[in-house]
C-alpha cells in the first residue's frame, strides 16, 4: 500500500520523524534546522496539538489542523533554539523551572 492509498489516519500512525511529517504535510523546512531540532519539533507538534484537543471531523479540516500545528512548531526552531524553547523537561529544569510541591519538602515542625 503506497502513502497515497493511506487515510490520515493511518499516514499518521506511518509517520516517525519530523522529515516525514513535514513532507507528508508539504511544509518546506531546512534540513539543517530539522536535523538539529527534529525531536523538539516533534515534542511542540505533540504538544500543540494535546492542547487543542480533538482535530476536527474530515479528511481536510484534520489535515489542515495537523499542518497548521506542525509549521507552527517547526516555525518556534527556525526563529529560536532548543535551548530558548526549552520543550522538554529536562531543560525546563535546567532553567530552574521545575515545580516542588511545598508539601514534599516536609515540616521542620509545626
Known sequence: MSDVDLTLEEALEELSSAEEF?????IAYDAKTVHVNRLHILQRY???IS????APEGDAPAREFYTT??????M?????DA????VFVVLQKAAG???VPLASLGGTGD
Request: proline share 3%.
Open 22 to 26: 513535514l513532507d507528508y504535510f508539504g
Open 83 to 86: 535551548l530558548t524553547e526549552r
Open 51 to 54: 492542547a487543542q484537543g480533538p
Open 97 to 99: 523551572t521545575s515545580f
Open 69 to 74: 500545528w506542525l509549521t507552527r512548531a517547526y
Open 76 to 80: 518556534d526552531f527556525v526563529s529560536s
Open 46 to 48: 505533540h504538544n500543540y
